[in-house]
């Protein structure tokens, strides 16, 4: 018996797979088992055209392939080589290929291609600590090169695979290779980050306190969101707000990369964190993930280390809102299906724009609302109090008049955002402000007797919940940070309130 290793994908990890190949008399056939899906099953005719235009004579024996565990479902036409390597080199008993783990699909000719499972699958066993070397196709080479610590082989062809484990082809080794950018090194972790500012700040007339809560909520990753008048600028800074989030470490950039390879899309590996702006008419399935027989993921997900922005917010279903509350919570969705339960990443700060009426103008000093009283309640009360209490920020914008002008760049603002970040990571924070946990308040916010009696008159006056008391800790926390200073006072508990939706 010859075997070998690979992977399956299932949810958003990989599960190690054997493979295992054996030659028994009989009338010339090949078997697979080990509860592979078509795609895997239709690997077969593939391997057997290949390995024959490879020069390879099959023996007039059975064949039999079996996928272990089999319990696991497989999927993927990257067990192409694998199995055409356990079939090619049945005979030469010297050769040990059973520590390798090996992925590529092949064509009808030998040669070798990429698929895009390969990546989340290598990049899900380095994490497990189960693999040390791996050998892909040529295309594959990119993507898995941006894996460190791993010993990476790359073939073209089957025959080229196959002079490699018998010797006669040399093929150099590839280390995983360091990402490409600017980086900030804090406590030996490197985060990475790129001042490349495609729209700027500076174009967004006026706006002092919407830019202010702004970079608040990027330094903390605090929830915010716009209301104003149609023009206002809201979606204008909305979309500026990914140019100046935080630095990204390594660890996040791959797994930003890896879901972007499992929803199809080609992985970037860009230090700018991800931006998802899905349409009000989107359907639930495509925001939080889902389908019929396997969960795909959704917007909440590609969201994950980035932005979730909801324009238009009161225009999304109510069910679809009131859904949206636990990702805000936990940081994490469940999607459940008959045949799998998976928990998707969803860890992202989420914006939300919004006008103040049906019409717009409700608080606008140059036109009049034409909204009746029933349609304005109507479409403030599409966000419930439970929604609004897991939201940190809130900024009602003014219009914008003639004599508004520039007041502040991307440029400066990300400096700002560089600073506080980094404050908050040397002080052993594994988390930016707005994503600590509630047993982390007492260690990294501490209120002296005079601020902490403040909040208390506030959370009586305002009847703040426990999740918004926090909240607003929180925010403090992070206007303290960018001021540069570490003991939080009065003003900072203040300024946090002033941000509180009432």
Request: glycine share 6%; proline share 4%.
């Amino acid at each position: 018996m010859k075997k070998t290793l690979s992977a399956t994908i299932r949810g958003l990890e990989a599960d190690e797979v054997s493979v295992e190949v054996n030659f028994t008399r009989g009338l010339p056939k090949i078997h697979l088992v080990g509860l592979a899906s078509n795609e895997v099953k239709e690997s077969v005719h593939r391997v057997k055209s290949a390995l024959l235009s490879s020069g390879f004579q099959f023996p007039n024996m059975v064949v039999t392939i079996n996928l272990s565990p089999s319990e696991i479902k497989k999927s993927g036409s990257h067990f192409d080589l694998p199995i055409a390597l356990a079939i090619a080199l049945f005979q030469f008993e010297e050769i040990d290929i059973s520590d390798w783990h090996i992925f590529g699909e092949v064509g009808l000719d030998g040669s070798l291609k990429d698929s895009s499972s390969i990546f989340p699958a290598i990049l899900s066993l380095k994490n497990e600590g189960k693999i040390s070397k791996v050998l892909i196709p040529e295309e594959s080479l990119e993507k898995v090169s941006k894996i460190p610590e791993i010993e990476i082989y790359r073939v073209s062809s089957i025959s080229e695979a196959m002079d490699f484990f018998r010797g006669i082809l040399n093929i150099d080794k590839i280390s995983g290779k360091e990402l490409e950018s600017e980086k900030l090194e804090i406590e030996n972790l490197a985060y990475l980050f790129d001042r490349d500012f495609e729209t700027d700040f500076e174009q967004v007339l006026g706006q002092t306190v919407a830019k202010n809560a702004s970079l608040i909520a990027v330094a903390g990753m605090h929830n915010i969101i716009f209301e104003g008048s149609p023009g206002s600028g809201k979606s204008m800074i909305a979309k500026r707000l990914q140019h100046i989030l935080p630095p990204i470490a390594e660890s996040e950039l791959l797994e930003i990369a890896k879901l972007q390879a499992l929803n199809g899309e080609t992985p970037n590996f860009s230090p700018k964190r991800p931006f998802r702006a899905p349409h009000h008419t989107a359907s639930r399935g495509s925001i939080f993930g889902g389908g019929t027989r396997s969960a795909k993921i959704g917007e909440v997900s590609m969201a994950n280390s980035g932005i979730l922005f909801f324009d238009e917010l009161p225009h999304f279903p109510k069910q679809i809102l009131e859904a949206l509350r636990e990702p805000l919570q936990d940081y994490s969705i469940l999607i459940s299906r008959v045949n799998s339960k998976i928990l998707y990443p969803a860890n992202f700060l989420f914006v939300g724009a919004m006008n103040p009426c049906p019409c717009g103008y409700l608080i606008s000093k140059t036109k009049s609302c034409r909204c009746s009283d029933l349609e304005i309640k109507r479409y403030q009360n599409i966000l419930s109090e439970p929604f609004w209490d897991r939201i940190d920020l809130y900024v009602a914008m003014s219009e914008v008049s003639a004599q508004d002008t520039p007041t502040i760049s991307s440029n400066k603002m990300f400096s700002s955002v560089l600073n506080a970040f980094e404050k908050q990571m040397k002080r052993g924070q594994k988390f930016l402000n707005g994503r600590l946990e509630e047993r982390e308040l007492e260690e990294f916010i501490k209120l002296d007797d005079k601020t902490n009696m403040t909040l208390i008159q506030a959370s009586e006056k305002f009847n703040l919940s426990l999740r918004g008391i926090s909240k607003i800790k929180k925010v403090a926390r992070t206007i303290a940070d960018l001021q540069g200073v570490e003991e939080i006072g009065r003003s900072h508990i203040l300024e946090a309130l002033s941000y509180r939706k009432r």
